[in-house]
């Protein structure tokens, strides 16, 4: 294992780097511009569309609980442990290049779900079937099959080795074991036992899961954020300014923080941002094509909103419970460092509670996953290949427990870059039809349409 670190470090460091970030946020600012700041200007209608879609397309489940399959698979580590990693790491400075990504990002997420509603399918079970290998297949053209089945083969590498299985499996049976005690093999076992139990059920389970759970815990976890933040109300300015200025100055080392320039607070910031809202890497419009909707730029609006809610929300409260407790220039790491945070404020009750947050927060992200991974699984080798995959994924779960955590953040941050790339080029190379479409969506509402 000694020796992998410093292998993964150097693969990461590349992956990582300005290249692919810059295809990131680059992607962003160009659908920003050519959709006319769509996440600033029709942000009110998507948050409204998200309880007043009609929901009378073709599809295999509610606008709504599709979006909550896709905030439960964001929704999880990455708002907790990976907000802690990236300021660790990257320095209050990170929080900022984490918000810079996010607000790109929210227009890079209309337009994946909107693609993905206008190039679906239906597989050979008579399900839909969609996501960036059905609009990079069918929008761009067959000569591109060879890049969709790259997207469709990193995204069950994301599913098994990244998002899906080890970093959630770690974060939960270490907060159990930190906070209640419980045996690392005991919560591994008893995991692995509910993964299997609903997963088997296929979309429909998971969405019956994602939809009960994930407001709910997110609901939660914000009002105790905030009740932590209003403890703290009169050194929030103070905490906004360190985390504008450590941006673009970088910070200098306090205590067992590790030296930071610029570069790495952006680095990390953008890196666990999109760890976390998942913009660009392609995995929420799989969740978005199952939309019972006519409009694919109707969903393309309700699938901007994750991005909203995972980061510039639910991000942004771990962040500032980070600053404004100085946890973050202690020698504590990840969930811990959070926990301390939350700790400081509320005592043990605080621990146990972010431990509960945590525990669902990543419990749904692999479900989540589980699907995403299922359906690219399904893209490659058609329905036969969907026990082999359960099989893995859930031998995976069982194991995930017992790797360390820095190669299992690196290994995570590897296959993003690998599953992002693709889907990138597809949503430059299909501008044309994501602001099309809109304009269709949006001279149908001028007109008094609601459906």
């Known amino acids: 294992m000694e020796g992998l670190i410093p292998m993964l470090n150097s693969i990461d460091s590349f992956m990582w780097g300005p290249p692919l970030i810059a295809l990131l946020v680059g992607t962003g600012i160009y659908l920003t511009i050519r959709l006319g700041v769509i996440q600033v200007f029709r942000l009110p209608l ?39 990693t990236a300021v660790k790491v990257g320095g209050p400075g990170a929080i900022f290049w984490m918000w810079v990504a996010a607000f790109f990002g929210m227009a890079t997420k209309y337009a994946e779900g909107l693609l993905a509603v206008k190039f679906r399918s239906k597989d050979e079970k008579g399900e839909v079937a969609g996501g960036p290998m059905f609009y990079i297949k069918n929008g761009m053209g067959e000569k591109w099959a060879p890049m969709a089945t790259f997207f469709a083969i990193a995204c069950v590498l994301v599913a098994y080795f990244g998002i899906g299985t080890f970093p959630q499996v770690n974060a939960i049976v270490d907060s159990m074991n930190i906070a209640f005690g419980l045996p690392v093999a005991v919560s591994d076992g008893l995991l692995t036992v509910l993964i299997a139990a609903i997963t088997i059920g296929g979309l429909k389970s998971i969405a019956n899961v994602a939809d009960k759970i994930v407001p709910f815990m997110a609901v939660i976890y914000v009002l105790f954020s905030i009740a932590l933040i209003a403890m703290h109300i009169n050194e929030v300015p103070d905490a906004l300014s360190l985390i504008i200025t450590s941006a673009f100055s970088g910070h200098a080392a306090l205590g067992g923080f590790a030296g930071s320039t610029i570069m790495m607070a952006m680095q990390n910031g953008i890196a666990r941002g999109v760890f976390s809202n998942e913009s660009g890497l392609g995995s929420a419009p799989i969740a978005a094509a199952a939309a019972k909707t006519k409009w694919p730029a109707e969903q393309g609006l309700i699938s901007m909103t994750g991005t909203f809610i995972d980061t510039i929300i639910i991000c942004s409260m771990t962040g500032l419970a980070l600053v404004l407790t100085g946890v973050w220039h202690g020698d504590a790491a990840g969930a811990m460092m959070t926990t301390n945070a939350f700790s400081s404020a509320f005592g043990a009750f605080g621990a146990k509670l972010l431990t509960i947050s945590l525990v669902l927060f990543a419990f749904t992200t692999i479900l989540g996953w589980n699907y995403y991974g299922e359906r690219a699984m399904i893209y490659l080798a058609g329905t036969r290949g969907l026990l082999p995959y359960r099989v893995i994924f859930i031998a995976l779960i069982a194991s995930g427990a017992f790797l360390k955590l820095e190669a299992i953040w690196i290994l995570a941050d590897i296959v993003n870059g690998l599953m992002a790339i693709p889907n990138l080029i597809a949503l430059i190379a299909l501008a044309g039809v994501i602001v099309s479409e809109t304009h269709l969506y949006m001279e149908h509402r001028r007109k008094g349409g609601t459906e």
Do not use: Q
């Open 46 to 84: 998507a948050l409204t569309l998200i309880f007043k879609a009609k929901n009378k397309g073709e599809g295999d489940v509610s606008s709504f609980k599709a979006l909550c399959v896709a905030l439960a698979a964001t929704v999880g580590t990455g708002n907790i442990v990976g907000v802690a």
